[in-house]
């Protein structure tokens, strides 16, 4: 069965448009608060949000469709994805969701949904959700007396700081630290720099004064210009850019250079194997994570398991292989130890943790392997279906050969926007740069 509505990470699309309308929402709703309605108990479902204008809306539909169906609706308002999935197990919650668009513009939103394990759901719960909500939803609406209830939960924001805080090694603080913390203006504009300030760094807060429209806007993991001129600006020791709901992050060592999901994965595996904390004799990555962090985990004995892009994927391939270290390169670090999706602060927190363990600055410490040179581009399509044209299977396949031995090409349909991403990566950067260049222009011919 094809999805209709979900997509490699929940519900997204322009707020007011379909499918991001609030009748969508509302069945939703209503379809995935009857699938997890089970037992007596009075069912519950927790809600988290971004920093988005149209977060209103949806979360409004979203509540009228939960209480029409019986569920009793805890609302956090504004607090990252991964609060929401560590609170959704935290309060025994039957559902969580989260309303985002992470790092898409403010435009745009989205809902993510966790179980009462406080992980994404399957691709076959979310088909289930699907096939009810275009079929069926009349028939269960709650009895007038068993309505849900909503209320909102006043400290949730402070639950989460003190579940960050207890993943950051007891006998360590980050005292004479001065940390740039860019939130986005997003769902972390609290939270991350109570935390970071809390264990003692000196923080020096950019896009922390959303305004609805704001979000992602120039600043935050998807626009690192803005961390990188502030660390270099005030000679801090690290740089941390979240993304709209602080799932993901990128850092930045003392001299303001970018450091990416792969050396992340590779300072944790090294910290964490060393002491004897790495599980699955390796991390998992993604088809895009650089073959640098291939061989760099070789030459420390560790193995890269690679998984389908999108860090519900990665989460899959921990569980299959007893992994507790996974991620990927646009900074979606997955540390099973703590949390159950990603979550950048905690990410942030252990490359601080190794910094302050090892007495090294972020450029020693994070800069573990060279990267191979590797291309990406994005070419959006208005229309049809162009990786199925033969004009782009051509060049896609001419491009494998040109890097047959030395390098790679992936060429795949973004799951959440009209995009076709284009990757190359190998020994000869100019070849790269060819094969992506000539299969860009076969998209454009065919869409």
Not at 239 to 251: P, S, Y
Not at 384 to 397: M, Q, T, Y
Request: hydrophobic share 40%; charged share 25%.
């Amino acid at each position: 069965m094809s999805r209709k509505f979900f997509g490699t990470d929940g519900i997204r699309g322009q707020a007011n448009t379909h499918p991001m309308t609030p009748e969508v929402a509302m069945k939703v709703g209503m379809a995935a608060g009857r699938i997890f309605t089970r037992g007596d108990h009075r069912n519950r479902v927790v809600i988290g949000k971004d920093t988005r204008l149209s977060g209103y809306m949806v979360e409004n539909a979203l509540v009228a469709g939960f209480t029409s169906v019986g569920m009793d609706v805890f609302q956090f308002g504004p607090l990252p994805t991964p609060a929401v999935a560590m609170l959704t197990r935290s309060l025994r919650a039957d559902l969580g969701v989260m309303i985002s668009a992470s790092h898409n513009v403010y435009t745009d939103n989205g809902i993510k949904l966790f179980g009462p394990d406080g992980r994404k759901l399957s691709d076959e719960t979310e088909l289930k959700i699907e096939s009810l909500m275009m079929n069926g939803l009349e028939n269960g609406l709650a009895p007038s007396p068993k309505i849900g209830r909503a209320k909102r939960i006043d400290d949730a924001l402070a639950r989460y700081i003190e579940l960050v805080k207890a993943t950051f090694p007891r006998k360590l603080r980050l005292d004479g630290l001065r940390v740039v913390i860019d939130c986005a203006n997003g769902a972390a504009y609290k939270a991350a720099p109570a935390v970071l300030w809390e264990l003692g760094a000196e923080i020096i807060p950019v896009g922390v004064e959303p305004n609805g429209v704001n979000i992602n806007l120039e600043c935050g993991s998807t626009a690192p210009s803005a961390m990188c001129e502030k660390v270099r600006e005030v000679r801090a020791d690290l740089g941390i850019a979240l993304d709209g709901d602080a799932d993901r992050v990128v850092l930045a060592d003392e001299r303001g250079q970018i450091i990416d999901g792969d050396q992340v994965l590779a300072l944790i595996a090294q910290s964490w194997s060393k002491a004897g904390k790495l599980r699955g004799s390796g991390v998992v990555g993604t088809v895009m994570s650089n073959a640098g962090l291939e061989r760099c985990l070789k030459s420390m004995n560790l193995t890269l398991a690679r998984a389908s892009v999108g860090d519900r994927y990665v989460i899959e391939e921990m569980g299959k292989g007893g992994f507790n270290v996974g991620g990927e390169q646009s900074g979606h670090i997955v540390l099973d130890d703590f949390c159950t999706t990603g979550d950048g602060l905690i990410a942030g927190l252990q490359v601080l943790a190794a910094m302050v363990n090892e007495k090294k600055a972020a450029s020693e410490a994070c800069h573990l392997f060279e990267p191979l040179p590797q291309i990406l581009k994005n070419v959006r399509f208005k229309q049809g279906a162009p990786l199925e044209s033969d004009l782009v299977k051509k060049a896609i396949e001419a491009g494998k050969k040109k890097l047959e031995g030395t390098g790679r090409v992936l060429v795949r349909k973004s799951g959440t926007e009209p995009l076709i991403r284009i990757m190359a990566e190998g020994d000869n950067e100019t070849l790269v740069q060819a094969v992506v260049n000539d299969i860009a222009a076969a998209v454009v011919d065919a869409s």
